[in-house]
């Protein structure tokens, strides 16, 4: 596991933009793995501003999400589909037929084998972005999920559930399921690369780089994945040695 800490948020999300730019540059029909939350917004603006700019294409590439909350129909403004489609897709040149998000609709016995019988069917994932819950969950794999899960539908920790809250209004519905890629498909991708910004962050990123490989804090998984990167900034760095 390669980690840099750098100095800021924003240059988290630059360093994290180099490592797709170096990738759509010598694989334009890559696939991408994709997360949402609060951490790769700064990374898709900034991946917007450079396909604005002219340097990045995305025409060509695929990309499947990490998750998606049980429940809610891709038109809904609380879906990642509409996160996505908000803060990266609307704004680049994939089409949307090129990218896949897990359906939060699907009947829960077939839909996750179905999810990843589609990265299969791509080549599998080659860059997996990834954020890291306060828990140490990646994905929503919550603590205690098995290091070699598939996607699956996962029930949400109450700690993420409060996390998330703050995206939620207080008469509005928040699912408390997810589905998820597993521990397991994230360790298949060819390349992790995990971004952390912000002090609450930190004991999750020391217990994912420093302490021991297991299933309490799934994001030390990523220590068995033969080329993962870690950037954080300073704040989510304080902890380790
Ligand atoms: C989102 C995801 C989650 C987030 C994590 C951190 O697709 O899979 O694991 O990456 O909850 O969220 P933020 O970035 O909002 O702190």
Same mark, same amino acid.
Do not use: T
């Given at each position: 596991?390669?980690?840099?800490?750098?100095?800021?948020?924003q240059e988290v999300a630059r360093l994290g933009a180099d490592q797709l730019s170096a990738l759509m540059r010598t694989r334009p029909g890559a696939v991408l793995g994709l997360a949402t939350g609060n951490t790769p917004i700064a990374l898709y603006?900034?991946?917007?501003?450079?396909?604005?700019?002219?340097?990045?294409?995305?025409?060509q590439a695929r990309s499947f999400n990490l998750d998606e909350y049980v429940g809610l129909a891709p038109g809904h403004r609380q879906s990642y589909r509409h996160f996505m489609n908000q803060h990266l897709f609307n704004h680049i040149d994939i089409p949307l037929a090129q990218t896949w998000v897990p359906d939060g609709l699907g009947d829960p016995e077939t839909v996750?084998?179905?999810?990843?019988?589609l990265i299969?069917?791509?080549?599998?994932?080659?860059?997996?972005?990834?954020? +890291? *819950?306060? @828990?140490?969950? +990646? *994905?929503? @794999?919550?603590?205690?999920?098995s290091l070699g899960s598939r996607t699956r539908i996962k029930t949400l920790a109450p700690q993420t559930l409060a996390d998330n809250s703050r995206f939620f209004s207080p008469d509005e519905f928040q699912p408390s399921l997810a589905i998820t890629m597993g521990i397991g498909t994230i360790l298949r991708s060819r390349k992790a690369l995990l971004l952390a910004t912000g002090e609450s962050k930190a004991d999750a990123v020391q217990a994912m780089i420093e302490g021991p490989v297991t299933a309490s804090c799934p994001a030390s998984a990523l220590q068995l994945h033969p080329c993962a990167l870690v950037i954080?900034?300073?704040a989510a760095g304080a902890r380790l040695e």
């Open positions: 596991m390669q980690v840099i800490i750098a100095d800021s948020a603006d900034e991946l917007i501003r450079r396909y604005r700019d002219g340097q990045l294409s995305f025409a996750g084998e179905a999810y990843e019988a299969d069917a791509a080549g599998g994932i080659d860059l997996q972005v990834l954020g +890291i *819950g306060r @828990n140490g969950h +990646i *994905g929503f @794999n919550e603590p205690s999920s954080v900034d300073s």
